[in-house]
């Protein structure tokens, strides 16, 4: 049962991302189909706005309550 779900997840992925199209015809250069290329950098703009969001809200709040704490010398008044 798993290796069907399996062999059943790695054919939907290649067909969403053409990689099956491209090994067959030898251009592995250009592996993917537009909707595959659109997924993977899609994904790519996602985290790393994630990423940004992050480090602005750790920045602005770092969750720290000690004042002597390393986080605290960027908020200083005097920078």
């Not at 030898?26 to 990423?51: E, K, W, Y």
């Amino acid at each position: 049962m798993a290796d069907s779900v399996a062999a059943s997840f790695v054919q939907t992925l290649e067909n969403i991302c053409g990689v099956h199209q491209a090994l067959a015809s030898g251009s592995a250069g250009s592996a993917g189909t537009v909707l595959g290329n659109i997924l993977v950098a899609g994904a790519a703009g996602v985290v790393t706005l994630l990423c940004f969001a992050v480090a602005l809200r750790l920045l602005i709040r770092p969750g720290e309550r000690d004042s002597n704490h390393p986080k605290y010398r960027i908020l200083r008044p005097d920078r």
